[in-house]
């Protein structure tokens, strides 16, 4: 919601654009495309990129002229920098975003944890960055409307959809009219109210948490660093969590609990909004001026479909599953899952890969949800304990974090790392000589050389990263679609992959690890990166 | 520990709850736990005195 006077789209520092809908002759002239792709947010848009990295046309379809004005991520994670990476869109947002490191948080008043999250001098990115979601599909829109092979038609809506043996036929309504447009796959990246979930008959499944929290964006000169603060019992609030991060252009995001016989309408009134954000700000010192963006509420849910796919249609994103803000995993979690679905479609459609690599992607994305939410769950449960004892246990750590560290700990946030495809049919069975180190499945825990980092070094598509120029000799030409990646071995390089020289790592384009040998031959490797794709599924 | 340590331990207790009130002595003996637990350091000797604490609590 916006302050009265000012429409959903206008906004204290950023300009939404208008797109027009699709000249009529121009869709006319095509009816069909490998990929049709349901929803251009920042999922919608992450998957076209990855798909078009692949070399895979596909056309986006959005019901709306504009940006998102709904939804309001701010939290990209590092993984979700090495997509971007991936998509050649990270630039603009190492350039805007603002990187961070630390969070604090108080206990009436009164700091009981300050937390690091792991970053060395190995990590290319920072663990978090905050940045506006409009800027975010800003950014990848830069992108996508630079790429030929992705078309995108705005105030375009699915109104039904019918499968048939070689792919879907999507009813699309503009303002030109109806037509039929026909998709050999589907992607449902149309967020968490997901229509196309609902025509298809599908229902997430899980859990919804009692706290509901008012979540606005304000604009102020507010001279502190980009540190995620977590206010616990305050004055301002008493009973309630106050949480606030710092966003570019002077914009703070405050969220604030609403006590459980909190009238949410009344919460929502804009008055009531000034008053309780006012009450925020003299909570933590601040007494200039300030002006109202935007706000919204939101509650904790824990809720995922069954299955992420449908016969030809794949849901991705929030379509697919909605988690709690505290893991800061619904932006990032949905980006994983574009870039999975992304050059896994892309690879069988190039004919590289078997198809049953898609067999691979409920598994790996739905397992990563899971996760979060067994992690989001206990954090959700810190922030807005819904029974006697949770409440109890969590004032008791509160209260006794003012003097005792460990109790503090209780409140650090889990922190976001990439899932780790332990048990997917699309990697390869374990070296059992390979105990320690980064694990099969794993997300490539990045290294830094002489010059830059090994992912700098990574190619297009598969990698095998080795670190024996012999070995890099043997492969170069040997394997087809595989790009060897040749880094010196060091004792410091042991530190981190726990490799010996001849030992090797097979590299998904996703960067998660696909096979690792502790003393590599080319054979093995031609054999296990062969198996994998055109036998997925043998591991399950 | 020796009857007379138990016996002391019992009545700093007893007065220590009485002193914080009955609204805070909830609080007051749910940090305690938590302290003591961490002093501990033995997680399956917690548990199991977690568990023989709920005994008899109906009697």
Aim: negative net charge; contains cysteine.
């Amino acid at each position: 919601m916006r302050p009265a006077g000012r429409s959903d789209t206008e906004s204290l520092y950023f300009t939404y654009p208008s797109f027009n809908a699709p000249d009529i002759d121009q869709r006319n002239t095509t009816t069909s495309s490998p990929v049709a792709i349901i929803g251009a947010g920042p999922i919608g848009m992450t998957a076209a990129l990855a798909l078009a990295k692949e070399g895979v046309k596909s056309v986006l379809f959005e019901k709306k002229n504009t940006f998102n004005d709904g939804s309001r991520a701010i939290c990209v994670a590092r993984s979700s920098f090495y997509i971007l990476e991936h998509l050649g869109a990270v630039d603009p947002f190492l350039e805007n975003a603002l990187g961070w490191t630390k969070g604090r948080s108080f206990y009436r008043g009164k700091q009981i944890l300050e937390f690091d999250m792991p970053d060395s001098k190995h990590d290319k990115y920072r663990p978090m960055y905050n940045i506006q979601q409009q800027f975010i599909e800003q950014y990848l829109w830069d992108a996508v409307a630079k790429s030929d092979l992705i078309e995108t038609r705005w105030q375009s809506e699915i109104l039904a959809t019918h499968d048939h043996d070689q792919g879907i036929a999507l009813s699309v309504a503009d303002p030109n009219g109806h037509y039929t447009f026909d998709a050999a796959w589907v992607l449902a990246c149309d967020g968490a109210r997901s229509p196309i979930r609902k025509l298809r008959g599908h229902r997430l499944k899980g859990e919804n948490f009692e706290g509901r929290y008012v979540i606005a964006d304000i604009q102020m000169d507010h001279d502190y660093p980009t540190i995620r603060r977590a206010l616990f019992d305050p004055e301002c609030r008493r009973g309630g969590t106050v949480l606030i991060h710092k966003q570019p252009h002077n914009i703070w995001r405050i969220d604030y609990q609403l006590a459980d016989d909190e009238d949410e309408t009344q919460a929502l009134k804009e008055a009531t909004v000034r008053t309780s954000v006012a009450a925020v700000l003299k909570d933590i010192g601040y007494d200039g001026p300030w002006d109202l963006e935007w706000w919204s509420v939101y509650s904790a849910n824990t809720l995922a479909l069954d299955d992420y796919r449908d016969g030809r249609l794949f849901f991705v994103g929030d379509s697919a599953h909605i988690v709690p803000i505290f893991g800061v995993r619904g932006l990032n979690n949905g980006l994983a899952d574009a870039a999975n679905i992304g050059w896994k479609l892309g690879w069988v459609l190039n004919g590289q890969a078997a198809e049953t690599l898609l067999d691979s992607y409920t598994p790996e994305r739905r397992g990563a949800t899971l996760d979060v939410f067994a992690n989001a769950s206990k954090s959700a449960r810190f922030m807005t304990p819904n029974t006697h004892g949770w409440t109890l246990m969590r004032d008791a750590a509160l209260s006794l974090a003012l003097t005792h560290d460990f109790a503090g700990q209780l409140a650090n946030p889990r922190q976001m790392t990439p899932f780790t495809y332990a048990n997917s049919p699309a990697v390869l069975p374990d070296d059992p000589d390979f105990t320690q180190g980064p694990s099969i499945g794993a997300f490539l825990p990045d290294f830094k050389l002489a010059q830059g980092y090994v992912t700098d070094q990574l190619g297009q598509g598969f990698n095998l990263l080795c670190f024996d120029t012999s070995l890099a000799n043997a492969l170069s030409t040997a394997v087809p679609n595989l790009h060897v990646t040749y880094v010196p071995w060091s004792q410091a390089l042991h530190d981190i992959y726990k490799a010996d020289p001849d030992s090797a790592f097979l590299l998904r384009p996703d960067m998660h690890i696909a096979g690792r040998w502790k003393s590599a031959n080319a054979q093995k490797i031609a054999q296990g990166f062969q198996s994998l794709l055109s036998s997925t599924g043998s591991n399950l | 520990m020796t009857q007379t340590d138990v016996e002391a331990i019992y009545a700093a207790l007893a007065e220590t709850i009485d002193r914080v009130t009955p609204e805070k002595s909830e609080l007051f003996l749910a940090k305690l736990a938590l302290l003591m637990a961490h002093e501990l350091d033995d997680l399956d000797r917690v548990r199991a005195l977690i568990e023989s604490a709920e005994l008899g609590l109906e009697v």
